[in-house]
């Protein structure tokens, strides 16, 4: 027991919540396992948590319990609010929920520093919302550690090293500036209603500044080049960005002849550079 709230699955019934795929709605029921993920984004009761995608309220439970200082919930079911409700009467003055889209609403005026945002999120938008999180004006951004649960497939696209098919413009957007690591697979027995596929939460800390430097759109254009045809080699792949780049990718000590899942960080933040 991490409260004295009734079951999940009780809740759920007497609200008639019953899950939309629509919304993207598996539901975690096992509140152990919500803790357990509150516990992988740290030490929460210093911090303000940002939840996306409460649903029925089992990860905010979890925050809850595990001491998060305030938890500010946006979700965009109607049908979970009287749910929700009740956790915030049974945890007075810190829970705050909003009801819409968590790509139309700015969190930050409901938030103060320092941020964590928890989510298991909705798969539909997802990795929109992470792009997003991991390209913000100005660096550092506002959130100190993202923990999110994601498609196994999509995690792995988040932590990947060269050399393999799932290293892409996710895994350089998140390693630039972050720190990833998964910390938790789950099959999809754990969900209710089960998904197709394994998830897994991953765990980004922000670092205060990149790894390398590099102008972040000049950045992005490039590993997009050449993830964008990302057979080719990079001669033919990055030929756009400069007619001249076999020159200057050998000047740089990159083989032209070599594909994108082949170079490391810090060789495309040596291009992005050089192309500035
Ligand atoms: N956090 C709950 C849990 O772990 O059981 C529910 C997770 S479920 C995978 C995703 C939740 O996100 C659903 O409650 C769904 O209604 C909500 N959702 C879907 N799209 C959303 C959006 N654009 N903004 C906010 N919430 C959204």
Redesign the pocket.
């Known amino acids: 027991m991490i409260d004295s709230l009734p079951p999940l699955r009780d809740v759920i019934a007497r609200h008639d919540l019953r899950a939309?795929k629509a919304?993207?709605?598996?539901?975690?029921?096992d509140l152990n396992l919500?803790a357990r993920i509150a516990r992988a984004a740290g030490d929460l009761t210093q911090s303000d948590v940002l939840?996306?995608?409460?649903?029925?309220?089992?990860?905010?439970r979890g925050l809850l319990a595990e001491g998060a200082r305030h938890v500010l919930a946006?979700?965009?079911?109607p049908r979970?609010l009287p749910a929700l409700a009740e956790i915030a009467a049974a945890h007075p003055g810190r829970l705050t929920v909003l009801q819409?889209?968590?790509?139309k609403i700015d969190p930050l005026a409901h938030l103060n520093p320092p941020i964590k945002v928890v989510?298991?999120?909705?798969?539909?938008?997802g990795t929109e919302l992470l792009v997003r999180w991991l390209t913000p004006r100005d660096w550092p951004p506002f959130w100190e550690s993202l923990t999110l649960?994601f498609q196994r497939e999509v995690a792995e696209r988040i932590v990947a090293k060269p050399g393999g098919k799932a290293y892409g413009r996710l895994a350089l957007l998140a390693q630039w500036r972050c720190e990833a690591r998964i910390v938790l697979t789950l099959p999809p027995s754990a969900f209710t209603p089960p998904p197709k596929v394994a998830s897994a939460v991953v765990h980004l800390t922000a670092l205060p500044a990149p790894r390398f430097p590099a102008d972040a759109k000049v950045l992005e254009r490039v590993v997009a080049a050449a993830f964008n045809q990302r057979r080719k080699m990079l001669r033919a792949s990055l030929r756009g960005l400069d007619p001249q780049i076999e020159a200057r990718l050998e000047r740089l000590g990159i083989p032209p002849t070599a594909r994108a899942e082949e170079i490391g960080l810090e060789a495309f933040c040596a291009l992005a550079r050089d192309l500035t």
């Open positions: 939309r919304l993207g709605q598996n539901f975690l029921l919500t939840e996306v995608g409460p649903g029925p309220g089992g990860l905010t946006i979700e965009k079911d979970c819409g889209d968590a790509l989510a298991n999120l909705p798969y539909n938008v649960m």
